[in-house]
């Protein structure tokens, strides 16, 4: 038994007015009963409704990360396109100095020896003793060696000479050093105070005709 959706009173199953108030119960008493169904059409906009509501989602959502893959998907080729890895693995050509006249290559390794020994400095000379490079790389390692013997004189002086005479030997070496490695780049390097004392004078050169 239904009630009376307007003044609640009861209402038998077969009745489709209620005896109190004369409102219509046939809708409640047949959807109650279970026999109440929804017209078509509206079944129809409640599927659509419910699928449109459920489908615009998903879809948006879809697209969205279809999108998204398509997107990090094109950046990666492009990427990997202007990517070269050999462009950055590949250490830069270092340029070589190029000789300033032609007995400076033909001499490059010896002016550079010529400061570590006195034997190679004679041999220099004796060889290239007429060109003007080679005499401007001697009269450096001469110099060099006069600045060994002026520190040699120093550290006879006990205490203060041998302080004055030690630091003196070890900026030697680092002139040494300067001076190996300038020859080797075609270039020379000229040592403070015995480096400029004129101890070998440089050649005149004819004027080509």
């Given at each position: 038994?239904a009630n009376?959706?307007?003044c609640g009173?009861?209402i038998p199953?077969?009745?489709?007015?209620?005896p109190?108030c004369g409102?219509a119960?046939v809708?409640a008493?047949?959807?109650a009963?279970?026999?109440?169904?929804q017209p078509?059409?509206q079944?129809q906009g409640?599927?659509?409704?419910y699928?449109q509501?459920y489908?615009?989602?998903?879809?948006?959502?879809y697209?969205?990360?279809?999108?998204?893959q398509g997107?990090?998907?094109g950046?990666?080729q492009?990427?990997?396109?202007?990517?070269?890895?050999?462009?950055?693995?590949?250490?830069?050509?270092?340029?070589?100095?190029?000789?300033p006249?032609?007995e400076?290559a033909q001499y490059?390794?010896?002016?550079a020896?010529?400061y570590?020994?006195?034997?190679?400095?004679?041999?220099m000379?004796v060889l290239?003793?007429?060109?003007n490079?080679?005499r401007?790389h001697?009269?450096q390692s001469?110099a060099?060696?006069?600045w060994?013997?002026?520190?040699?004189?120093c550290?006879?002086?006990?205490?203060?000479g041998?302080?004055v005479?030690?630091?003196g030997?070890?900026?030697g070496?680092?002139f040494m050093?300067?001076?190996?490695?300038?020859?080797?780049?075609?270039?020379i390097?000229?040592?403070?105070?015995?480096?400029?004392w004129?101890i070998?004078?440089q050649?005149?050169?004819t004027p080509?005709?």
């Amino acid at each position: 038994m239904a009630n009376c959706s307007a003044c609640g009173a009861a209402i038998p199953d077969d009745t489709r007015f209620c005896p109190l108030c004369g409102a219509a119960v046939v809708a409640a008493a047949a959807g109650a009963a279970g026999g109440y169904e929804q017209p078509q059409y509206q079944q129809q906009g409640y599927q659509q409704q419910y699928q449109q509501g459920y489908q615009q989602p998903y879809q948006q959502g879809y697209q969205q990360g279809y999108q998204q893959q398509g997107y990090q998907q094109g950046y990666q080729q492009q990427y990997q396109q202007g990517y070269d890895p050999n462009a950055y693995q590949q250490a830069p050509q270092k340029v070589k100095p190029a000789a300033p006249c032609p007995e400076a290559a033909q001499y490059r390794i010896l002016t550079a020896l010529s400061y570590l020994s006195p034997l190679f400095l004679i041999i220099m000379l004796v060889l290239g003793g007429e060109y003007n490079y080679v005499r401007k790389h001697a009269q450096q390692s001469l110099a060099l060696l006069m600045w060994y013997f002026l520190c040699s004189i120093c550290m006879i002086v006990p205490f203060l000479g041998w302080f004055v005479g030690g630091i003196g030997m070890v900026v030697g070496f680092v002139f040494m050093i300067i001076c190996v490695v300038r020859a080797l780049k075609y270039d020379i390097y000229i040592i403070p105070i015995t480096g400029k004392w004129n101890i070998i004078p440089q050649k005149e050169e004819t004027p080509a005709a």
